[in-house]
């Protein structure tokens, strides 16, 4: 089956930083790459996904690139702030499987003043 | 719109007690599953289902059953509770996608203790 591995396990950035958060995925037949944010005591919320079909999509401060001869994907968030503190998920899944989604193990990105 | 509703939001049980997790889904999506969330290791799919009366395994299933009578419920049963059962539980439910994956939403979440 699938497997995803996520790294960093945790990432501290200053305020106004940037931070890139990086996963990688073994199931080549996967095409759909989404990343959700958790604070604390709360559900996983979709924050942006990628298709295999695209390199990179963007929205306002958070990007994604995929590069799938790698098997790789990445999370970039610019000029972070306070609230962008949280627990960041990556996963992947493939299309007839019924979306079933492979997470990794999930980067706690703290963002200090 | 209430979309993925859980309950109940915490439950303490004690060994060998069983119980079930409920979840419900008020967007008329095909796919629904379950995940425990556990420090460390992300979340973990353990049953899953494409439709009503279709239900399978994911990659933890022991000691869960599930049903899905309907397209609205989804509910997880804890046969005979055992202090590795203790976990946070989320049900998702997407639209099946058949030729590409669509996007997953969670319900709040079941802190689950067994004691």
């Known amino acids: 089956g699938e497997n995803v591995e996520q790294h960093p396990s945790t990432l501290s950035v200053q305020e106004g930083d940037s931070a890139v958060i990086k996963c990688t995925y073994s199931?080549?037949?996967?095409?759909?790459f989404p990343w959700y944010k958790q604070e604390l005591g709360k559900r996983p919320q979709l924050i942006i996904d990628i298709r295999s079909n695209v390199g990179e999509k963007k929205d306002q401060r958070i990007a994604v690139t995929l590069n799938k001869t790698a098997k790789h994907f990445s999370l970039h968030i610019t000029e972070t702030q306070p609230e962008d503190s949280a627990v960041y998920f990556c996963?992947?899944?493939?299309?007839?499987?019924?979306?079933?989604?492979?997470f990794g193990t999930g980067t706690r990105l703290q963002v200090t003043l | 719109n209430a979309g993925v509703t859980q309950t109940p939001k915490f439950q303490v049980l004690k060994t060998g007690q069983s119980m079930t997790l409920q979840c419900a889904q008020d967007?008329?999506?095909?796919?629904m599953s379950w995940y425990r969330q556990d420090p460390g290791m992300g979340l973990r799919l353990i049953h899953y289902?494409?439709?009503?009366?279709?239900?399978d395994q994911g990659e933890v299933p022991n000691g869960y059953n599930v049903s899905r009578s309907t397209t609205e419920d989804f509910p997880l049963r804890l046969l005979s509770a055992a202090p590795s059962q203790t976990s946070v539980y989320f049900c998702?439910?997407?639209?099946?996608?058949?030729?590409?994956?669509?996007?997953?939403?969670f319900g709040q979440g079941t802190r689950l203790t067994v004691v």
């Open positions: 289902s494409v439709g009503a009366g279709i239900t």
């Open positions: 199931d080549s037949a996967s095409n759909y």
């Open positions: 998702a439910s997407s639209s099946w996608g058949r030729t590409q994956a669509a996007e997953a939403f």
């Open positions: 996963a992947a899944s493939k299309a007839g499987t019924a979306s079933k989604l492979t």
């Open positions: 967007m008329n999506h095909e796919y």
